[in-house]
């Protein structure tokens, strides 16, 4: 039993058969020799990428070789390998399967957007003012918790169980120190305050406020603004009592001078 050829081999054969030397045939197909000598010795890796089967193709019909009857010799030759050409009968198939869903789509939207009979119809007079009635959401339940819950709009309580609302806000750097009374066991606190920045905090108990720049800041103490009347850069001490009232600091008496006689009844001094 012979061996099976290769493409290569059965090109050779069919160009030898027909006295034709590698040199006319590629002279006449307008290839590069080498690239013939290539495809007679199956060096595919020699060619072109992409071009061993068209080249292969090419040989086989010019010389003759059904390469169909070879197909296992055609199969080795490197490349994608060529799609079968398509079924009328499985094109019309499509096509008809195609302008059918076409047809159903169009269907669909006119009945959507062309009322029926039904929809023409006016609703009832109760559901007209249901929906021509604004419908709103339910207020959001006050919560019993001290901490702010999400949904509440309440504003926060100025005095509390846990003391007064002190609140802070800079227009430049200051520090700000809050001690509580000696004896209710509370720790002072600290911090520097920059521009527009905000401090809230409760603070039980009477306390103490001392600011070193007293001029750039805002203070409201259990709702209530404190004038201070500080210039920048001048520090400030404020104390307040258990319900976040200002204690003002007594005024100065002035000293007493000496009398002043009375005049006569005439207003001449004597």
Wanted: one cysteine or more; aromatic letters at 4%.
């Amino acid at each position: 039993m012979t061996e099976a050829l290769s493409v290569g081999q059965l090109i050779q054969k069919a160009r030898e058969a027909r006295g034709l030397t590698r040199e006319a045939l590629a002279k006449e197909l307008k290839l590069p020799l080498r690239q013939l000598e290539a495809i007679e010795r199956d060096d595919w890796v020699a060619l072109p990428p992409g071009r061993p089967r068209p080249l292969a193709r090419q040989l086989a019909t010019r010389l003759e070789v059904d390469l169909e009857y070879h197909t296992g010799a055609f199969q080795i030759v490197p490349g994608v390998q060529e799609l079968d050409p398509p079924d009328p009968r499985q094109e019309l198939l499509e096509r008809v399967v195609m302008a059918l869903l076409t047809a159903a789509s169009v269907l669909v939207v006119l009945w959507l957007v062309v009322p029926g009979p039904r929809l023409g119809r006016k609703p009832p007079p109760n559901l007209l003012a249901a929906l021509s009635k604004p419908t709103l959401p339910p207020p959001p339940v006050a919560s019993s918790s001290p901490f702010p819950v999400l949904g509440e709009l309440l504003p926060e309580a100025p005095l509390n169980e846990q003391g007064a609302l002190v609140s802070l806000r800079a227009v430049d750097t200051c520090n700000v120190r809050i001690e509580p009374a000696t004896g209710l066991g509370g720790q002072p606190q600290s911090r520097t305050l920059h521009v527009s920045e905000p401090w809230r905090l409760r603070v039980l108990g009477s306390f103490t406020l001392l600011l070193d720049n007293a001029g750039v800041v805002n203070v409201e103490v259990a709702g209530r603004r404190i004038p201070h009347g500080q210039s920048v850069g001048e520090p400030w001490t404020g104390r307040f009592d258990e319900k976040g009232r200002w204690l003002r600091p007594a005024l100065p008496e002035l000293p007493e001078g000496p009398p002043v006689p009375d005049d006569d009844e005439d207003g001449s001094r004597p």
